[in-house]
């Protein structure tokens, strides 16, 4: 992976060229020497040597550089009003709306992040950034803390400064461009300072303020491509930066409050650092990185360079080392605001194909509700219940206020590859009370878990509609982080490239297994009534290649209830497994109707408790476990 910025900017940019040629011919003096080869090597990607360029044109490239990223990775300011986004930078697109669309969410979130002032040091007046992760409790990076603090035989203890007196330190939360007020707290205890050989972050102990909320560690691990933005205080760096450009990029302001999105380039060998393409400065040390789909902390900035690659320490690492201290986990009164699409902007969408594999007796209609029926969500604009997206639909338990069963067609021969880029919303067809949004995954290690996996319906000239309307709450329910789905969401994969797949199409319906045993958190604000599913299924369905009639299959992620009785040796409870099951084994569990399914199915349609363990439940540990016809009579 290349350490400059410019180039995971341009490898996670869906427009670079045409928003860099802009940016260029609009600030760049095009009549300077080496300019016009500067400019081309930028946006073609193209290298210098190559071009025969003359020497002034790498400095041309330098300045076209940080002309670029100021345009895509802008740095904004966070005012008293809030994030400062009227700029004449245009931003990247995708990043830009995502930060519009969660705005009040987001200035709530920057609110909790404070500069750290040095009092009585020798010659700074601040160290960096920290931000609180409970209601007495801050993280910041050790090269920060050991600023002021050092370690003692029995922890650790400020160290002498200026006049004999000994460094103080606190946070400042109001350290902002254009303003005046003040809102501290001093940091009262050092309580651990990481060592070397250790991920770079302290923790300090620091006087409690009430209008100062503690921000939440996200649970789940972010992969390439999660939208972020990194919030804190870059400072002046003209000894390792390029002066005149750094000015250029963060107009001559520094030691302020900022928020800079990005997107994230990867992750270490040893899965603790994270890397992001988001703009910093030295003062940015123990800023938090954000996620802008969910408002939680994924990581802990502690380097990067100016127009290079940026640094931080995985969130993970920093719940654990609160467990040691013995930190409570924060659990806001209010989580970040939910987005919600409006009715109208879903309008249209023409949802699950019943006829994509064939009509007549090919045809596969959406499963019979059953008992379900009357608990099914109203639908604004609709008499049927159903909510329908782009490639697929669902249909919402009003009760649960989580998918009673979703429906996707695939068509793998015009499947398109996308980057994530969704952010989580309510749908705005279905009343509030029939959904579940943020608040349910707040400060806890619970995943949305897709239930029409974001990919699947991305397909055709509308692949990227699809995709995003894949990011509804509609679409998930709430699963654990450790989780093994390795396997359960490899299905649909294992399924398309199967010999026995005629034309690379499927249609799946998945949902979770409801049972009134199922258990609900505790003090979840907003989302206490909402019970926890225990296991998942999925029925897929076909077209044989050998004998062009349907062929139905029935899968299940459980830890046990539903195949306890299938299983030959004792179930451990929480060690899920992915399992091929009867489809009727499915309709008896889930109350659903899949009509002739079970009829097409390889592993029979009669429930027999007397069946031969393998014929009834076959553990799936990669594609060769699947049985998806019957074979010869």
Known sequence: MSSRQIDEVRRHSKAFAEIADKALARRMNTAAAGAPE?????????????????????????????????????VYFVMEDGIDLDTDVAGEPELVQMVRDNKPGLETLCASVGRVDLINHWTLPYGGTGFLIDEDLAVTNRHVARLFAEAIWNGFRFKRGRFGQNMEARLDYMQLHRSSATRRAEVEEVLYIAQDHEPDFALLRVRRRDEVAPLTLGATAVQEGHPVAVVGYPAEDGDRNEKDLMDRYFGGVYQVKRFAPGFVTGRDDNRVVLTSDYTSLGGNSGSPVISLDTGEVVALHFAGRFKENNFAVTSDVLAAARREVGGQIAVP?????????????????????????????????????????????PVAGTDDKILRYRNFSVVQSSSRRLPLLTAVNIDGAQSRRLKRRGGWRLDGRLAPEHQVGNQLYSANPLDRGHMVRRRDPGWGDHAEEAERDTFHYTNCAPQHRDLNQRDWLGLEDYILEAAETRDFRVTVFTGPVFRGTDTRLRDQPGAAEVAIPEEFWKVAVILDAATGALSAT???????????????????????????????????????????????????AELSAEAPFAQVAREIDGPGSLLLARGPA
């Open 333 to 377: 009164e209010m989580p970040p605001a939910t987005v919600e699409t409006p009715a109208a902007d879903l309008s249209g969408r023409p949802g699950y194909d019943a006829d994509f594999l064939g009509t007549g007796a090919l045809s596969v209609p959406l499963p019979r509700l059953g008992a379900w029926a009357g608990d099914a969500a």
């Open 554 to 604: 029935g899968y299940v992620l459980s830890h046990g209830p539903m195949i306890r009785d299938l299983v030959e040796s004792p179930f451990v409870f929480g060690s899920y497994r992915t399992y091929q099951v009867q489809v009727a084994r499915i309709e008896a569990e889930t109350g659903l109707g899949f009509g002739a399914l079970p009829d097409h199915d390889p592993l029979g």
């Open 38 to 74: 500067a400019r081309r090597a930028l946006v073609e990607n193209e290298a210098l040597e190559g071009m025969g360029a003359p020497p002034e044109a790498w400095e041309a490239q330098s300045v076209a550089e940080a002309i670029v990223l100021a345009e895509l990775r802008p």
